[in-house]
């Protein structure tokens, strides 16, 4: 996490810098990976098989779509 530190050698103008970066709320937004591969499915386990990164939290919730954007080259 982002904590505060020194904040600038403009001390003397008594303000901050422009653009200077802060702590702020980090991790609430929706990621969306594309074109990733369903190696397997696992019905009786109820799992899902992808090859790739798939982004957020262990035990996160995971919305699985059919591509609209196409599939990688050589893919079937």
């Known amino acids: 996490h982002r904590a505060l530190g020194s904040f ?3 001390s003397f103008l008594r303000r901050l810098c422009k653009g ?3 702590a702020g709320h ?3 937004e929706q ?3 594309l074109n ?3 190696v397997q499915a696992d019905t009786e386990r109820n799992l899902l098989l992808v090859k790739g990164s798939v982004p957020g939290p262990n035990g996160g919730v995971v919305i699985v779509r ?3 954007k196409g599939g990688k080259k050589g893919a079937n």
Do not use: F, K, P, W
């Open 8 to 10: 600038c050698s403009c």
């Open 20 to 22: 200077l970066l802060l």
């Open 26 to 28: 980090m991790g609430h």
């Open 31 to 33: 990621v969306t990976t």
């Open 36 to 38: 990733l591969e369903v």
């Open 66 to 68: 059919n591509a609209v």
